[in-house]
């Protein structure tokens, strides 16, 4: 091997064209199949196909994952439908495939498609008002709880 052998490899590799790396799991792309827009235009929350797998993302971030995407666009329409009763004007769309899931579940139960989605949202707005009833029961719960004890910080203290 002579001395300008690692010379002329070195520059071989120089000129060659950059390669990129082969990633071990590369990821796939993300196809959106339903978005919740607000009235800027910014995309609020989206449920994308990813292989075979449904993401559900909320401010940019990705909160879950499911087989089936129909249970997350039910909670997206539920939240859409919370930021309108808030005032807020959001929009929410869906695929062509995702609208055909649901077709097929709804006549599966022998629904129209509103009224299987109007039925899951359902859900979520009861889901809502347990957990207020909830919150409620525990603040009644502590307020009871503080009373007394505030009573009973009133008596005398001796002065040191």
């Known amino acids: 091997m002579s001395k300008q052998s690692k010379a002329k490899r070195d520059q071989r590799k ?11 799991n590369a990821q796939q792309p993300v196809e959106n199949h339903a978005v919740l827009m607000n009235e800027e235009g910014q995309v609020v929350a989206a449920i994308g196909l990813q292989g075979n797998e449904w993401l559900l ?17 039910a ?7 919370v930021q309108e009763k808030e005032g807020r004007k959001v929009s929410l769309e869906y695929s062509p495939q995702l609208e055909a899931m649901i077709n097929d ?14 039925a899951l949202v359902a ?16 603040a009644d719960s502590t307020d009871a709880e503080a ?3 505030a ?9 040191g």
């Open 14 to 24: 120089k000129q060659a064209p950059r390669r990129p790396f082969a990633r071990l």
């Open 57 to 73: 993302a909320i401010g940019g971030q990705t909160m879950g994952n499911a087989d089936n995407p129909v249970p997350m666009l």
């Open 75 to 81: 909670m997206l329409k539920h939240l859409a439908n």
């Open 105 to 118: 579940l709804a006549t599966d139960e022998g629904k129209t498609a509103d009224d299987y989605l109007a």
């Open 123 to 138: 859900e979520f707005e009861s889901g809502d008002e347990e957990m207020a009833a909830e919150d409620a029961d525990v």
């Open 147 to 149: 009373a007394p004890a």
């Open 151 to 159: 009573e009973a910080d009133t008596g005398d203290k001796p002065q």
